[in-house]
């Protein structure tokens, strides 16, 4: 099992950065996929990006290709969500999973970190 940790929201004015990071506690991080969801106000939860267990393997949503980057430590037992060029439509709370395949689905992450609220302002 392990606990998942998100940190470094918060309000950033459009074109600005945030880097989102996830601490992990438990058992065996390097052994789990891990991707980043967000959640709008009435919205269903949606892919983000996720990243394989050595960090080899990366995939993103299409519409934050080229703006966020997803990485991790394992030694530190961190993935991080590097997001530039923010803008509104990326207000959300964002969500670290830990899972077992390096899918879109949220099906696939079986652990789910409190969420952590990105606000861009225009």
């Known amino acids: 099992q392990v606990q998942l940790e998100e940190s470094g929201g918060g309000l950033v004015q459009a074109g600005g950065s945030l880097r989102l990071s996830c601490a992990a506690s438990?058992?065996?991080?390097?052994?789990?996929?891990m991707g980043w969801f967000r959640q709008a106000p009435g919205k269903e939860r949606e892919f983000v990006a996720s990243?394989?267990?050595?960090?080899?393997?990366?995939q993103y949503a299409n519409d934050v290709t080229g703006r966020f980057t997803i990485s991790r430590d394992n030694a530190k037992n961190t993935v991080y969500l590097q997001m530039n060029s923010l803008n509104p439509e990326d207000t959300a709370s964002y969500y670290c999973?830990?899972?077992?395949?390096?899918?879109?689905?949220?099906?696939?992450?079986?652990?789910w970190g409190q969420g952590t609220q990105v606000t861009v302002s225009s």
């Open positions: 999973a830990a899972g077992w395949s390096t899918t879109t689905s949220k099906s696939s992450y079986g652990y």
């Open positions: 438990g058992r065996s991080f390097n052994s789990y996929v």
């Open positions: 990243i394989s267990r050595g960090g080899a393997s990366t």
